[in-house]
């Protein structure tokens, strides 16, 4: 019976899916106090940094506050995810012309911009626990007009261009947390077992 159980639990461990979460976030969307250009017009390209805690598969970045002139929306930009800033290092993904889904978060603020919290998908980007940098350039308007991505003042590394440091932007990674390897999952039944033959024994001798 002991052992049946054992492989029971050992077999749900086995069984447990990934899970959907959010895997990092840099804040709200502010709106008001600042942006960055990320324009194709102008060649210009903002990067972030961003930590993973544990390995995980990115689906998507989302919360990207973008301002355009008042009348205007962001259609599409540039991304980049890479081990060092700015591009460099290993490219773990990256996507050229990516359409935005977006909606307005303010309609007209003081600097006579409208704001929008845009997103957009990510075809499955596997990450170990570290920190990465999301890099967003090349960003078309529906006018073709400046394109900029708002100050969040979040906890990131940030700078523009590759020279100048700035404010962290606004934005968040999602995806899903990678389940356990089959070694570590093994390695979790096992002390599972162990602990519950600890307590049968203890309870034969009471």
Same mark, same amino acid.
């Given at each position: 019976?002991?052992?049946?159980?054992?492989?029971?639990?050992?077999?749900?461990?086995?069984?447990?899916?990934? *899970?959907?979460?959010?895997?990092?976030?840099?804040?709200?969307?502010?709106?008001?106090?600042?942006?960055?250009?990320?324009?194709?017009?102008?060649?210009? /390209?903002?990067?972030?940094?961003?930590?993973?805690?544990?390995?995980?598969?990115?689906?998507?970045?989302?919360?990207?506050?973008? *301002?355009?002139?008042?009348?205007?929306?962001?259609?599409?930009?540039?991304?980049?995810?890479?081990?060092?800033?700015?591009?460099?290092?290993?490219?773990?993904?990256?996507?050229?012309?990516?359409?935005? !889904?977006?909606?307005?978060?303010?309609?007209?603020?003081?600097?006579?911009?409208?704001?929008?919290?845009?997103?957009?998908?990510?075809?499955?980007?596997?990450?170990?626990?570290?920190?990465?940098?999301?890099?967003?350039?090349?960003?078309?308007?529906?006018?073709?007009?400046?394109?900029? *991505?708002?100050?969040?003042?979040?906890?990131? !590394?940030?700078?523009?261009?590759?020279?100048?440091?700035?404010?962290?932007?606004?934005?968040?990674?999602?995806?899903?947390?990678?389940?356990? /390897?089959?070694?570590?999952?093994?390695?979790?039944?096992?002390?599972?077992?162990?602990?519950?033959?600890?307590?049968?024994?203890?309870?034969?001798?009471?």
């Amino acid at each position: 019976m002991q052992r049946i159980w054992q492989a029971a639990v050992l077999a749900s461990l086995l069984s447990i899916p990934a *899970w959907s979460t959010l895997l990092y976030t840099d804040g709200a969307i502010n709106g008001t106090f600042s942006a960055y250009d990320i324009n194709e017009s102008y060649s210009d /390209e903002v990067t972030d940094s961003f930590t993973i805690s544990s390995s995980s598969t990115v689906t998507g970045v989302s919360n990207i506050g973008l *301002w355009v002139f008042t009348g205007d929306t962001p259609e599409t930009l540039s991304w980049v995810i890479s081990t060092s800033p700015d591009g460099g290092g290993t490219i773990e993904g990256s996507g050229a012309g990516v359409a935005l !889904t977006k909606s307005p978060f303010l309609s007209d603020n003081s600097f006579f911009y409208d704001v929008y919290s845009s997103s957009f998908s990510v075809s499955s980007v596997v990450l170990s626990a570290g920190t990465y940098y999301l890099e967003l350039g090349n960003a078309i308007s529906s006018e073709v007009n400046a394109v900029a *991505w708002d100050v969040s003042n979040g906890s990131s !590394t940030a700078d523009q261009n590759g020279t100048t440091s700035i404010p962290a932007e606004s934005f968040q990674i999602d995806g899903t947390v990678n389940a356990p /390897e089959p070694g570590s999952v093994a390695l979790s039944g096992l002390g599972l077992a162990l602990l519950a033959g600890l307590a049968r024994l203890r309870y034969l001798k009471s």
